[in-house]
């Protein structure tokens, strides 16, 4: 994986090959301590993957208490198990402007499901 001003120039390289035979492969993603480093021009993260964790642990959360508690108790949930599993990493990853509206509307998403504010449009 290449980050920088030449990441996407001339062909592909060849493969890499340890001394032990194990073959290293050019990619355009890397996961690396749990952030999803994308091969570009600056340093880019993808949030795709944090965004999936997030619904995963919300769905989790509001599937097994439902309505049935309370929701400043889902809120404290959300807050404490659920938004860690979103943000971590983020201090690291350069934020864009695109990205923060993304990360904004997952937790919007989730407010307007706890709070059933669904607008309709005629």
């Known amino acids: ?3 920088g001003p030449r990441h996407s120039v001339g062909p ?3 493969n890499i090959q ?3 035979g194990c073959v290293l492969h050019w990619v355009d993603e890397r ?9 570009s021009s600056k340093l880019k993260c993808n949030f795709v993957y944090s965004k999936k964790a997030f619904y995963r642990s919300f ?3 509001f599937g097994r208490i439902g309505r049935l508690a309370s929701e400043e108790v889902v809120l404290h ?5 659920c938004l860690p599993v979103l943000l ?8 864009n402007l695109s990205d923060m509206s993304s990360l904004e509307f997952t937790v919007r998403r989730v407010l307007i499901k706890l709070f059933h504010t669904y607008i309709t449009v005629l």
């Open 18 to 20: 340890s001394t032990n």
């Open 88 to 95: 971590y990493g983020i201090e690291v990853c350069p934020v």
């Open 12 to 14: 592909h390289c060849a």
């Open 77 to 81: 949930l959300i807050k404490v198990k």
């Open 1 to 3: 994986m290449r980050v």
């Open 31 to 39: 996961r690396y301590l749990g952030i999803y480093i994308v091969s």
């Open 59 to 61: 769905n989790a959360i």
